[in-house]
Nanobody, 121 residues
Framework: QRQLVESGGGLVQPGGSLRLSCAASGFTLNNYHLSWYRQVPGKERELVASISNPRRGKATTYTDPVKGRFTISRDDDQSTVYLQMDKVKPEDTAVYYC????????????WGHGTQVTVSS
């Protein structure tokens, strides 16, 4: 059974911080490109951040609204990807999903079930 298990979501005040975690269960992430997406009701799912596999230098990309505030990282010894969210804003409120896509076999594409992040005072 291969799945991604997300944790760390919850309620946070504007300007606060939150760290999301996504751990692989049943497989390892060494050969996967990893991403975080977010989605609000009635809107399309948005790519927030991504990180390449270790052999490609774990290069990161971010959508403009989160640059300088969010940091994606990975720990391949633990098969876990993180999203550190700092200086959060109300518009960051969404369900956050992690994604793992195999670098050579894109049909191996896995999603977490999502974790709710609510930014409100």
């Amino acid at each position: 059974q291969r799945q991604l298990v997300e944790s760390g979501g919850g309620l946070v005040q504007p300007g606060g911080s939150l760290r999301l975690s996504c751990a692989a269960s049943g497989f390892t992430l060494n050969n996967y490109h990893l991403s975080w997406y977010r989605q609000v009701p009635g809107k399309e799912r948005e790519l927030v951040a991504s990180i390449s596999n270790p052999r490609r230098g774990k290069a990161t990309t971010y959508t403009d609204p989160v640059k300088g505030r969010f940091t994606i990282s990975r720990d391949d010894d633990q098969s876990t990807v993180y999203l550190q969210m700092d200086k959060v804003k109300p518009e960051d409120t969404a369900v956050y999903y992690c994604n793992a896509r195999h670098i050579a076999f894109s049909e191996n594409n896995f999603w977490g079930h999502g974790t709710q992040v609510t930014v409100s005072s």
